[in-house]
């Protein structure tokens, strides 16, 4: 069992930056790739970025792509997203998740891959 706790989340004005963190306890970090979703108010979950257990593989969503750094520190076992250049269309609560991993398979960037998940974090960008 892995359990995850986002935070960082907050009201930011267009153009400006957050970070979000998600702590993991439970296993060893490094087995797990993490990703970060998001929701808005009546969308789907959408993916945003994952990482690899090593650190070593990224993906991002198309519309992330240049704004947004995923990173991950093993020895804290916490997942970083760096969010620069933040626009309204980012508004939504933001999830990150873990999926058990091995070297020899694909960073999953489906919501239904991944087993564990956190409550969530609000992150507001207002125009």
């Known amino acids: 069992q892995v359990q995850l706790v986002e935070s960082g989340g907050g009201l930011v004005q267009a153009g400006g930056s957050l970070r979000l963190s998600c702590a993991a306890s439970g296993r060893t970090f490094s087995w797990y790739a993490m990703g970060w979703f998001r929701q808005a108010p009546g969308k789907e979950r959408e993916f945003v970025s994952s990482?690899?257990?090593?650190?070593?593989?990224?993906y991002y969503a198309d519309s992330v792509k240049g704004r947004f750094t995923i990173s991950r520190d093993n020895a804290k076992n916490t997942v970083y997203l760096q969010m620069n250049s933040l626009q309204p269309e980012d508004t939504a609560a933001y999830y990150c998740a873990a999926v058990r991993w091995n070297p020899g398979r694909t960073v999953p960037s489906t919501s239904r891959a991944y087993e564990y998940w956190g409550q969530g974090t609000q992150v507001t960008v207002s125009s």
């Open positions: 990482i690899s257990g090593s650190g070593g593989r990224t």
